[in-house]
């Protein structure tokens, strides 16, 4: 008897979705609550060296820790769904969570829309991200409640496929509460970029002889540029004298506005300084590397990863008596070898583990193997 051939394939990858906010609906969403605030769009803050810094240390870590799945009642590791590792089914998990902290982070909340379910319960089991600027509210008359979204200007069903899961963040987005820090840092760039592009005093010509005409004036103007970019020395008639009215960028202090201004940075998106290289007047000579990360965890991360380990947890995504958790101990908090090995060592002297949880514990394979069906198999 033949052997059927294997008709099953893996199919190219998906095509990626566009992970940007610079695109979209519209340019502010109802759904940010600022809309005719004046806000700074996403796209301009992220100009600024501190906002992208402090930006990309939140979302590239919590988006580098695994998702798991734990038994709420006896905090028991146990098999996550197919969703809990890869949510978009057309890119990796890290780049979801990514952009759902980047959302968090300037927006105040961000956006899942469900694309499948499964069939024995209707929880969900895909998602994709949805941009902000993408996503509007109508909310009822007393603009207390949200009575249903709207994504690209269609209507979304508040459940099942199409619906948006809705993470709240702890604070308000860094574009509502940073936007004058950081559109002062903006304009520091551009004057600092104006100093540097005209390396030369403001100041104007002034005549002490007869009035020129208007098109002569100009074209005296734009010689006396193209001159200046060319060389610094300058030859004036005896009615014409140069008169200065700016401040060269050492006196505007250009270099101690941009510190301070990325440290307010640093502060309004709850980062330590010294770790955008703000702080130069840190007095910390050593730190230890896992103290230093667990303060990270602990004061900057812990707001966005507890905003989406409680909200992947409720009931309509994930069964009652299970939690979904980022691994940060497993991963971000791991200590060196020798320290896990006391740990384990002591764990084992104790009986609370026993070797093949110990070598699970530092992913090794244990022992034998645990399911009967693949040992048949094997034999």
């Given at each position: 008897?033949?052997?059927?051939?294997?008709?099953?394939?893996?199919d190219a990858?998906?095509?990626p979705a566009i992970?940007?906010?610079?695109?979209?609906y519209?340019?502010f969403?109802?759904?940010?609550s600022n809309?005719?605030?004046?806000v700074?769009?996403?796209d301009?803050?992220m100009?600024?060296p501190?906002?992208?810094r402090?930006r990309?240390?939140?979302?590239?870590?919590?988006s580098?820790?695994d998702?798991?799945?734990?038994?709420?009642?006896?905090?028991?590791?146990?098999?996550?769904?197919?969703?809990?590792?890869?949510?978009?089914?057309r890119?990796?998990?890290?780049v979801t969570?990514?952009w759902?902290?980047?959302?968090?982070?300037?927006?105040?909340?961000?956006?899942?829309?469900?694309?499948?379910?499964?069939?024995?319960?209707?929880r969900?089991?895909g998602?994709e991200w949805?941009a902000n600027?993408?996503?509007?509210?109508?909310?009822?008359?007393?603009?207390?409640?949200v009575?249903?979204?709207?994504?690209?200007?269609?209507?979304?069903?508040?459940?099942?496929?199409g619906?948006?899961?809705?993470?709240?963040?702890?604070?308000n987005g860094?574009?509502i509460?940073?936007s004058?820090t950081?559109?002062?840092?903006l304009?520091?760039?551009?004057a600092?970029?104006?100093?540097?592009?005209?390396p030369?005093?403001?100041?104007?010509?002034?005549?002490?002889?007869?009035d020129?005409p208007?098109q002569?004036?100009?074209?005296?103007?734009a010689?006396?540029?193209a001159?200046?970019?060319?060389?610094?020395?300058?030859?004036?008639t005896?009615t014409?004298?140069?008169?200065?009215t700016g401040?060269?960028p050492?006196?505007m202090?250009?270099?101690?506005a941009?510190?301070?201004?990325a440290?307010q940075?640093a502060r309004?998106?709850n980062?330590?300084?010294?770790?955008?290289?703000?702080?130069m007047?840190?007095?910390?000579?050593y730190?230890?590397?896992?103290d230093?990360r667990?303060?990270?965890v602990?004061?900057s991360?812990?707001?966005?990863?507890s905003?989406?380990e409680?909200?992947?947890s409720?009931?309509?995504?994930?069964?009652n008596g299970?939690?979904?958790k980022?691994?940060?101990?497993?991963?971000?908090?791991?200590?060196?070898?020798?320290?896990?090995?006391d740990?384990?060592e002591k764990?084992?002297n104790?009986g609370?583990i026993d070797i093949?949880?110990?070598k699970?514990?530092?992913?090794?394979?244990p022992e034998?193997?645990?399911?009967?069906e693949i040992d048949?198999?094997m034999?």
């Amino acid at each position: 008897m033949g052997l059927r051939p294997d008709t099953k394939k893996v199919d190219a990858q998906y095509a990626p979705a566009i992970m940007d906010t610079a695109y979209g609906y519209g340019y502010f969403s109802t759904a940010t609550s600022n809309v005719g605030m004046g806000v700074l769009p996403r796209d301009m803050a992220m100009q600024v060296p501190a906002v992208a810094r402090c930006r990309n240390l939140i979302a590239g870590v919590i988006s580098s820790l695994d998702l798991e799945l734990y038994r709420k009642s006896t905090g028991e590791e146990i098999g996550k769904p197919v969703w809990l590792e890869q949510p978009d089914i057309r890119q990796p998990r890290s780049v979801t969570i990514a952009w759902t902290v980047d959302s968090l982070l300037f927006y105040g909340n961000a956006f899942w829309r469900v694309t499948s379910q499964y069939a024995d319960d209707g929880r969900p089991s895909g998602f994709e991200w949805v941009a902000n600027n993408r996503v509007t509210t109508t909310t009822n008359e007393f603009g207390t409640e949200v009575q249903f979204y709207t994504v690209d200007g269609a209507r979304a069903p508040m459940s099942g496929i199409g619906s948006l899961v809705t993470f709240q963040g702890l604070t308000n987005g860094v574009l509502i509460t940073g936007s004058r820090t950081i559109q002062s840092a903006l304009d520091l760039e551009k004057a600092a970029n104006v100093a540097a592009s005209t390396p030369m005093p403001t100041g104007y010509i002034k005549n002490t002889g007869a009035d020129l005409p208007e098109q002569q004036i100009s074209g005296l103007l734009a010689s006396w540029k193209a001159a200046r970019q060319s060389r610094s020395t300058a030859y004036l008639t005896s009615t014409l004298s140069y008169e200065t009215t700016g401040f060269s960028p050492k006196d505007m202090m250009y270099n101690e506005a941009s510190q301070y201004l990325a440290t307010q940075i640093a502060r309004a998106m709850n980062v330590p300084a010294y770790m955008i290289s703000a702080d130069m007047n840190n007095s910390m000579t050593y730190q230890n590397i896992l103290d230093g990360r667990k303060e990270f965890v602990a004061y900057s991360l812990q707001p966005f990863i507890s905003a989406i380990e409680t909200r992947l947890s409720m009931n309509d995504i994930t069964a009652n008596g299970n939690i979904v958790k980022f691994a940060v101990d497993d991963t971000f908090l791991r200590g060196d070898a020798m320290s896990r090995l006391d740990v384990t060592e002591k764990m084992l002297n104790l009986g609370l583990i026993d070797i093949n949880q110990a070598k699970e514990m530092e992913d090794l394979t244990p022992e034998g193997n645990e399911n009967p069906e693949i040992d048949e198999v094997m034999d």
